[in-house]
């Protein structure tokens, strides 16, 4: 078993900026992803970031591409999602996730493993 605890949300205005963490006990080991996901109130969870064991490879969501930076350091079993730049529309509760692969995923899915997510306000 794999948990994983967000911390980090919170209330900001519009342009503001968070950092989220999610740390990752139990059964880690390498060669698994890390992703960040979210969801509006009446809204689908949707993918927002994701990153290999290396670091080297990360993909984004469209809507928040140039905006976000997903990060990981995997001696302290951490993956961070740096917020630039909020928008309202950025208001959810953030989840991160993770499994075993030797690839990215963005599909819900594809990941076991959930942590309970952070609430992120972002007032206009």
């Known amino acids: 078993q794999v948990q994983l605890v967000e911390s980090g949300g919170g209330l900001v205005q519009a342009g503001g900026s968070l950092r989220l963490s999610c740390a990752a006990s139990?059964?880690?080991?390498?060669?698994?992803?890390m992703g960040w996901f979210r969801q509006a109130p009446g809204k689908e969870r949707e993918f927002v970031a994701t990153?290999?064991?290396?670091?080297?490879?990360?993909k984004y969501a469209d809507s928040v591409k140039g905006r976000f930076i997903i990060s990981r350091d995997n001696a302290k079993r951490t993956v961070y999602l740096q917020m630039n730049s909020l928008k309202p529309e950025d208001t959810a509760v953030y989840y991160c996730?993770?499994?075993?692969?030797?690839?990215?995923?963005?599909?819900?899915?594809?990941?076991?493993?959930w942590g309970q997510g952070t609430q992120v306000t972002v007032s206009s």
């Open positions: 996730a993770t499994d075993w692969a030797s690839v990215i995923r963005v599909r819900i899915v594809d990941y076991e493993y």
């Open positions: 139990g059964r880690t080991s390498s060669n698994f992803i």
């Open positions: 990153i290999s064991w290396s670091g080297r490879t990360t």
